[in-house]
């Protein structure tokens, strides 16, 4: 059963394991569309499953200190998958929309897809998962 950790506490807990993820994400999905010229769907979304799996990990035990539970994991791989479409649709949507391919649009590219999930990431785990028994 996960502890009671506080709302703020949890936020900031989350923020900054969410930092840590995106830079995880972010890093790779760079050096993959960047460095190895792979699309850039491609790149994000294994940007996207490194960072969310590293996320997991670190929310579960850490953010809502919460026991390892078989049915805790499969809600969070089914919210991940959710995520992972939103995610990576909004990236791809604004890497078309920019005129040229340009690093700091997919920077921006990247901060609104992210902002987008770590949003809905939060609200669905604080309220739902981490409450599971």
């Known amino acids: 059963m996960a502890d009671d950790v506080g709302l703020r506490t949890a936020i900031i807990r989350f923020v900054v394991t969410g930092a840590g993820s995106a830079v995880l994400d972010f890093g790779l999905t760079m050096l993959l569309q960047y460095g190895l010229h792979w699309d850039p769907a491609y790149a994000k979304a294994l940007g996207f499953v490194l960072g969310t799996t590293t996320a997991y990990l670190i929310n579960r035990r850490w953010t809502f200190r919460a026991e390892p539970s078989a049915a805790r994991f499969v809600a969070v791989m089914l919210l991940y998958l959710a995520t992972f479409a939103v995610q990576v649709g909004i990236y ?3 890497e078309n929309l920019w005129a040229t391919d340009n690093k700091l649009m997919s920077a921006v590219s990247f901060a609104i897809a992210q902002g987008t999930a ?5 609200v669905v785990q604080r309220a739902v998962i981490f409450k599971m028994k």
Do not use: C, E, K, L
């Open 92 to 94: 791809a949507a604004f």
């Open 118 to 122: 770590t949003v809905v990431n939060f």
